[in-house]
């Protein structure tokens, strides 16, 4: 008795260890739109992320569970081997190749790949390189984060920093340059890109009311490699947003797109 006690004992203490670096989380939610003056519809949405953690490594897999066969989502691995950093990405992603208006690929593209890093005493950079061949050197300056990845299609520079109660990030890709800042005025979030888009969040009695203006989008030609952008014309949104005592969250949001009013509950843990 006392043997099969013991036994016991020890299987719920490596039961124990076995789980005790794995956590759990996710998201579900459940959308209504009225879509206008066109037919409405109710969307749904849940995800599940394990992330187990072993010493220095630790393996992240996502999958997406509304729907008859949950599908995968990402499958992710990284490890730490003193200053060397390891980073798998396992998944290959089923991108959307159809033609429909908003430049998706014309072939899919293998996005899994092996990346390696190395904390180097160079200052403060960090040194990385993929099994694409591509090098990133990144690192803080007197505040301003840099990041530089030298690579065929297109060397690609980015810089962040907190100026002046501001939070600028400007990124140059194959010598494209985007922006965009963000700052508080009167309790009121405001951030502004390149692109146009504007935001703002301010509290609203109890609630979260966010305004957003999206720019119009010009219509592109196809090219070899993706397919045409057709044009939407410039429109705005209001969405009100409020959590609840249950745990859940609730959102009411109108565009002036289509002049459609979605409403969304949803909860995460």
Known sequence: MKKLIALFAVSALASTAATAGVALSGAASVSYD?????????????????????????????????????????????????????????????????????GDAKLDTDDTGVTI??????????????????????????????????????DTTSASAAIAGMDVSVTNKAGAT??????????????????????????????????????????????VTTHSISAVKAYSTVAISRDLTSGAALSATYSSLDDSLTLKASVAF
């Open 34 to 102: 009225d879509n206008g003056s066109a037919a409405s519809a109710t969307t749904y949405d849940a995800d599940i992320t394990l992330v187990g953690t072993a010493g220095a490594t630790t393996f992240t897999y996502s999958m997406d569970v509304d729907q008859a066969s949950p599908q995968t989502s990402a499958a992710d691995m990284s490890t730490t081997i003193g200053p060397v950093t390891v980073a798998a990405d396992m998944h290959q992603v089923d991108e959307s190749n159809l033609n429909d208006g908003d």
């Open 117 to 154: 890093s190395l904390d180097a005493p160079i200052g403060d950079a960090t040194i990385g390189l993929d099994n694409s061949g591509n090098v990133t050197v990144s690192g803080t300056w007197s505040g301003v984060t840099v990041s530089h990845t030298s690579k065929k299609a297109g």
């Open 178 to 223: 985007t922006w965009s800042m963000g700052t508080t005025v009167s309790g009121v979030d405001l951030t502004l890109a390149s692109s146009k888009k504007i935001t703002a969040a301010f509290g609203l009695t109890g609630n979260t009311m966010t305004v957003t203006h999206n720019p119009a989008v010009v219509a592109t030609a196809s090219t």
